[in-house]
């Protein structure tokens, strides 16, 4: 079965610092990984998704993340973290073949300090 | 920007009432999702439609049902609430296309049972 940890369920950096958000996951086949992010009081929204090809992927708002196999990691990082990026954060994985189930991790509440 | 639709998005009622809560889309998805976010936890899925009068149960045992007799529409009802279904349900959708893998959320209903 599938599973996705991420550790820390809080995050707190400056404002202008590197944000480093981690997922591992565990599938028994390659998988789909996504990073969704949720702004208070709103639905999830996508930030990037990795399927096929390069392993690293580039999304909205400066975000990108890199997918691992021999580390069944998919974190997510910004260079610089800016006030509006304070958020929840959800990766999840989806196994191929199980069309768009997906299944998802506890979340990151990332607080972005000025 | 996703057209997906709940209401209602907040909802306080007594124990042992019938609620209805609304999911539309106007994308023409034939894939819809009922998900169940209950803070620091996962979203866990519990209910999930691949077209008109097609309704599975998710991941997560849940006393609600569904229905699905039209493609834009994704009710989910619970006949009797209780304190126990207290939490935040999250309508999604997704294009057929298996490549993209794609949810598009509403904005959620939170649910409270007193």
């Known amino acids: 079965a599938q599973s996705v940890t991420q550790l820390g369920s809080h995050v707190s950096v400056s404002e202008g610092a590197l944000v480093l958000l981690r997922c591992n996951y565990s599938s028994s086949v390659p998988p789909y990984l996504f990073w969704y992010v949720q702004y208070p009081n709103q639905g999830l929204q996508l930030l990037l998704k990795?399927?096929?090809?390069?392993?690293l992927v580039k999304g909205i708002n400066g975000f990108e993340a890199e997918f691992k196999k021999s580390e069944t990691s998919f974190h997510l990082t910004k260079p610089s973290a800016h006030m509006s990026d304070a958020a929840e954060y959800f990766c999840a994985v989806s196994e191929r073949g199980r069309g768009n189930k997906l299944v998802f991790g506890a979340g990151t509440i990332l607080r972005v300090k000025s | 920007e996703a057209d997906i639709y709940q209401t209602p998005r907040y909802l306080v009622i007594g124990t042992g009432k019938k609620i209805t809560l609304e999911c539309s889309q106007t994308?023409?998805?034939?894939?819809m999702y009922w998900y169940q976010q209950d803070p620091g936890m996962e979203l866990h899925l519990i209910h999930y439609s691949y077209g008109v009068n097609s309704t599975e149960k998710g991941d997560l045992s849940s006393e609600s049902t569904v229905s699905r007799i039209r493609t834009e529409h994704f009710p989910l009802t619970l006949e009797s609430a209780r304190p126990s279904h207290t939490s935040q349900y999250l309508c999604?959708?997704?294009?057929?296309?298996?490549?993209?893998?794609?949810?598009?959320f509403g904005e959620g209903s939170r649910l409270t049972v007193l």
């Open positions: 990795y399927t096929t090809g390069a392993t």
């Open positions: 999604a959708s997704s294009a057929p296309d298996l490549d993209s893998m794609e949810l598009f």
């Open positions: 994308m023409g998805h034939d894939k």
